[in-house]
């Protein structure tokens, strides 16, 4: 049985709009200063894994 159109729309409509009701300003904030500080984290072991290798191989 295949659903049409508008009930796909309205299934997918109605469950952005429950999610987004129960995201909060505060979780968002937390979620991106994480992700910037995992940016953070991640490039300074990158740079400090290349020095490390390079010193190394010398």
Same mark, same amino acid.
């Given at each position: 049985?295949?659903?049409? +159109? ?17 995201? +909060? ?34």
């Amino acid at each position: 049985m295949e659903a049409n +159109h508008s009930t796909k729309a309205g299934t997918i409509g109605g469950t952005l709009v429950s999610i987004f009701c129960n995201l +909060h300003k505060e979780d968002i904030a937390k979620t991106i200063t994480l992700a910037g500080l995992g940016a953070i984290v991640s490039f300074l072991v990158s740079v400090t894994l290349k020095i490390i290798f390079r010193w190394f191989k010398k």
